[in-house]
């Protein structure tokens, strides 16, 4: 039996081009001979469809394309994954569901039974998990196909109380297919390796892997689609961030063979790379899928807009990045020229404009009220609100759309002025802890310098008022981000992280400040998630709570 | 045997503040001569806790703080909810629990099996259902004790494959107690009362049904805890939007006695009444719980500031409202007037501050960008986000909290300036339409006129050029409204609104206005939830999504 694996990019409730895409993967791969197609988890609405899944009408859109798709199948097989309704009287009225089409028909269904509904995941608001588990035979081989979670219940630490592989083993299949929307984090597919390494082995089956790719809004997937042997041997791994079909044959002693060069990555990529081609999707997709082609952001001469500058110019092209110099009087010369030898080495557009006259008009307007009152917060916050409102005009005369340059251990510790350097269609390293965005820096220079040295290697500051420096208010960031990666992605409590060596002091202020925060990254733009802990979706917070504020 | 509900408001994470009351609460219920004290659902950290729980030191102060109220109750038992770890090996790690607490000690654990998790409910995110019931045995009493939703799976439409009470039933309990966390909706008094109604006559048991009361955030929780008899006839309600203890007789016979006048209501307070009283309560509870006292707006004319206006000056005192007239070049005479005119009703405080100067230089610091480009949205969102500038700097200067002053009419259809008039720490009337908005003015000038007649009758505008109106780009708001609570709240498609008779042209353009508006709406300010469905975390859609849009 041929199989082709179709890794595609996917667009939420775009059911034209989704089911397009289908098609055109089908008859690739029928040119190529094979004889079943196998596409991600809810590859006909794409994932996650969210609350679009409330609506019967949407559902029906669903039902629809899957039967376009199937009438394309009359000499090849297909398995797609869509929301489809609950035959059940009892439970949530869906389910997750994979259809298996042969012969111009959807001839059997197949429902996912583990739903997972922690961090960025709500599958249990929508799905019935399913409590019923049959192979489907096909080409005198048995097939267990699961979906995504289902092959997630590890032994040492099982999330849910059944494994619907313990069911379907009993039933003799000779291969497994599991299809997935696994949206990437940095140490993800390690992980991902390692668990259907672990099922390959456990159950003794060959085991094809397919994943979406492309990014929707916040979340990215990688795709990284993986085959192993029955001994749970990797035998190939698809391209990661990228769409690709890849075709192999499955042999009726249970090997494997095919004919392109195998993907597998001697040694995995590094954070940082993995990093940078995410962003880079995620960027990219963002724009793409919502119709936009062109950038600006605020370019202050400091690491973070230098970055964002620089992802942006590759992810979109610099012709398509407006950077916007905005400084004020507390702006030292060296930022101007710093920003400036960014756009220079980029090649994007700019403009400066300067914001003296603007801050100088707000302060007299509230002269009356603040009379002569000290200089404080609310001044400088005037000049990065000032700042919001000037990019905000170019994206709303031009069509731009503003990136957010706010770094993850800002937005944790709530050093951001909200309105103001907060604003942004996207945040694009929201999730890239301070230290982690020196390393990129250094990273987009690894073949030449566009990012300028001086950036990375002066003092981050804000510039609102003279001389300021980041740890003037803040620790340094590298035991900032220490502290914040054991508190926001280990959820360790204060006294663990002091344990493990960390000044009292300091664990107890920063932790003070992440729950303090809540309201103002509650107000932020999506950010883009390559940690296994992101602000946004995935990490709910009240915002009037007490416990350690 | 007597028993005492306490109908109480905890403040999430608060232990000190929550145990302090359920101890203040035995003590007085001791005194009144009652056997057991029913406290609420997750009444020992609060609800709904959301990721706090995933820390295991807020589980472990959870535990702390339910011993220390157990030594308390030497001579007097209480129910108590709060989240427990999960005993088994598998499954989430936590469950909703409730304790019996008698003789100093917890003597009883009952889990809750039903978890919601739609709308604004994340409770599969962190708990694992239970499966075993046990009714607990008290002075001669047999208790069902079930938690909230654990009474919802009605026969008609099962939303769960189990039914508690069908289990508990078959042990001869002798009454039923539910303890709720059960938020406030319009039209929510209504639908429990049924439910509870429904539960007592079919299993033929008296009920007795907590609730807590307060707002979280966005969560507003009413109150309104009930008893039931046997034959399923509420006997008593307890008062909605306050804290309340109650005392009752359950008698050997099953019947209850008590010796307060009841608290029925001869008739349902109307939608206007119930949502007043709520919002009351959401300021109040959000300024309370955030260590805050003092509010300010900007106060337009119009009706949206002014109705939020005078629902801050209820909540907080007027001397605690500062309102800010923040007129531009296109602001009308008669609007400064309204604005002038409801501060004098209100007795509030109030600031002037044009914004002429403002947006000039922000015009002439954009003049070489936007050469002679023609006045469009651009300028018009200058002004909005002018006036957010201004009234964040009063916040930040003074200690001010910002009233977000949109209506849910607006934010549905994305009608309103990003980082402009959508700022704020809270939305007081995001989760009203603008026709309710209308009602509610009427309902705070019942007895006298607060808001001027001329802010209630005038045509509504934005006044961001000259002689705007909003059904310049918007349908009449009574038509609109009707589109927007089919669409939102009854999920209905637009092919199906169409055919209830309204307009093509205009469900079309309505549904589209609402999908392309939530990369607006994602970054809004938490809204007091009144209806069944607001914009929050109980609606959570796709940014980037291409369905109806």
């Not at 041997?233 to 075709?247: C, K, Q, R, T, V």
């Not at 420096?469 to 502290?483: A, G, H, M, Q, W």
Request: proline share 4%; glycine share 6%.
């Amino acid at each position: 039996m041929k199989i082709a694996l179709a890794q595609l990019n996917y667009h939420i409730g775009n059911f034209e081009s989704n089911t397009a895409k289908a098609i055109d993967a089908i008859k690739k791969a029928r040119t190529e001979g094979a004889d079943l197609v196998v596409f991600a988890e809810l590859s006909v609405c794409g994932y996650p469809a969210r609350d679009f899944l409330e609506f019967k009408e949407f559902i029906g859109l669903c039902e629809e394309a899957a039967q376009k798709i199937a009438q394309e199948c009359t000499d090849i097989a297909c398995i797609i994954g869509l929301p489809t309704e609950n035959n059940k009287p009892e439970g949530k009225d869906l389910n997750n569901s994979a259809y298996f089409i042969s012969n111009g028909k959807v001839q059997q269904r197949v429902d996912k039974a583990l739903l997972p509904n922690y961090d960025v995941f709500d599958e249990y608001r929508y799905f019935e998990p399913s409590t019923e588990f049959n192979c489907i035979d096909f080409k005198g081989h048995r097939i267990a196909l699961t979906i995504c979670e289902d092959l997630w219940n590890t032994i040492e630490n099982p999330l849910y109380i059944t494994r619907p592989m313990d069911t379907l083993i009993k039933q003799q299949p000779t291969v497994m297919i599991n299809i997935a929307a696994s949206p990437f984090a940095y140490n993800h597919d390690e992980e991902r390796i390692a668990i259907l390494k672990d099922n390959a082995a456990r159950y003794n089956l060959p085991l094809f892997y397919v994943n979406q790719v492309g990014a929707q809004t916040e979340l990215i997937f990688d795709g990284g689609s993986m085959v192993f042997d029955n001994a749970g041997n990797l035998i190939d791994e698809m391209p990661y961030f990228e769409e690709s079909i890849a075709y192999y044959t499955l042999n009726d002693d249970a090997s494997i063979t095919f004919t392109h060069q195998s993907g597998i990555r001697a040694e995995r990529e590094s954070d940082i790379a993995q990093i940078h081609q995410g962003l880079l999707l995620g960027i990219r997709d963002y724009f793409y899928k919502s119709g936009f082609t062109r950038a600006t952001l605020g370019l202050s001469g400091g690491i973070d807009s230098a970055v964002v500058c620089a992802l942006a110019a590759e992810a979109l092209g610099p012709e398509n990045v407006m950077a916007v110099l905005l400084p004020s009087k507390y702006s030292t010369d060296h930022s101007l020229k710093d920003a400036e030898d960014l756009v220079n080495a980029l090649g994007c557009k700019s403009e400066t404009i300067a914001i003296k006259d603007v801050t100088d008009a707000f302060e007299t307007a509230l002269s009356p009220q603040f009379k002569n009152l000290p200089f404080n917060i609310a001044e400088e916050n005037i000049q990065s609100r000032s700042r919001a409102v000037l990019l905000m005009a170019m994206c709303n005369k031009f069509g731009y759309i503003l990136l957010n340059t706010s770094n993850k251990s800002e937005a944790a510790v709530g050093y951001g002025t909200l309105y103001g350097d907060m604003c942004g269609g996207i945040s694009v390293i929201g999730d890239v802890y301070k230290s982690q965005v020196f390393q990129l820096a250094r990273y987009i220079n690894r073949e030449r310098e566009i990012i300028p040295e001086n950036t990375i290697i002066k003092p981050p500051s804000a510039e609102l008022r003279p001389d300021q420096k980041d740890t003037d208010s803040l620790p340094e960031y590298d035991v900032l981000d220490k502290i914040l990666v054991e508190y926001l992605e280990n959820r360790r409590s204060s006294s663990e992280i002091i344990q493990m060596g960390f000044d009292e002091a300091t664990v107890r202020r920063v932790i003070k400040l992440v729950n303090t925060a809540e309201h103002k990254r509650y107000q932020t733009p999506p950010i883009l998630r390559v940690s296994p802990k992101a602000f946004g979706m995935g990490r709910r917070m009240p915002i009037v709570g007490k416990y350690l504020s």
